[in-house]
């Protein structure tokens, strides 16, 4: 089965400081990945949607300056919380789709922020 | 818009039961179904997905319908084990350029031994 790999899968940050995490696809090339985000006892809420190569589309809401993504390969997404404040802690999970598959998504373990 | 809604949102069962879960949509119009698995503090595991063509799609003790004329979706498991105490989710995916996933809020599933 395909396999997406996330880093870290814990961090801990002092507010005001960035945090970088990053979503790889193992074995398969991904032209699209998606990140989402999930608080306690919710359900998964989409974030945005990074295409290799092109600027990410960000869901309503979600400001765009303060969570930077870069989809920068066909292999790896990254998500930067910029500036973080303790709201921001949360579960955070990327996933993707492979190149020419019918619509299934592949999940990363997820990276659990926790800031300070 | 897309909502997803699961019942019930916590069950507990004795080991060995058959059980089933709810999933429903309301808008039919979707390209597939997928049901995950999630463990506390872990992220997703895919158990099935369903085309919107098909009726039902089967994994091992798992199987999982499709009436998408009605917005349900069911996820059977049979002969529940402790293994399988964990968190389900559902989720649509209405195509049409975007490749968004709607997702429930979850069904918690506790098996006692």
């Known amino acids: 089965g395909a396999v997406v790999s996330q880093h870290p899968s814990r961090v801990i940050c002092k507010s005001g400081t960035s945090v970088k995490i990053e979503c790889r696809s193992l074995?398969?090339?991904?032209?699209?990945m998606f990140w989402y985000r999930q608080f306690p006892k919710q359900s998964l809420m989409l974030m945005a949607t990074?295409?290799?190569?092109?600027?990410?589309?960000?869901e309503q809401g979600v400001e765009k300056d303060k969570f930077l993504i870069n989809h920068a390969s066909l292999t790896l997404s990254t998500l930067t919380v910029t500036s973080a404040h303790p709201e921001d802690s949360s579960f955070y999970i990327c996933?993707?789709?492979?190149?020419?598959?019918?619509?299934?998504?592949?999940f990363g373990e997820g990276s659990r922020l926790t800031v300070l | 818009k897309q909502e997803v809604t699961q019942i019930p949102a916590a069950l507990s069962v004795p080991e060995g039961e058959n059980l089933v879960l709810n999933c429903s949509f309301t808008?039919?119009?979707?390209?597939?179904l997928q049901w995950f698995r999630q463990d506390p503090g872990k992220g997703l595991t895919s158990l099935l997905l369903?085309?919107?063509?098909?009726r039902e799609q089967t994994s091992g003790r798992l199987n999982a319908s499709l009436d998408k004329s009605s917005g349900r979706s069911t996820l059977y498991i049979a002969a529940s084990q402790p293994g399988d105490s964990a968190t389900y989710l559902c989720a649509v995916y209405s195509g049409g350029g975007s490749e968004k996933l709607v997702f429930g809020k979850g069904t918690k599933l506790t098996v006692n031994p």
């Open positions: 369903i085309q919107s063509s098909q």
């Open positions: 996933s993707a789709q492979r190149r020419g598959s019918t619509g299934e998504l592949f």
């Open positions: 990074s295409n290799e190569g092109s600027k990410a589309t960000y």
């Open positions: 074995d398969f090339q991904a032209t699209t």
């Open positions: 808008d039919s119009a979707i390209y597939n």
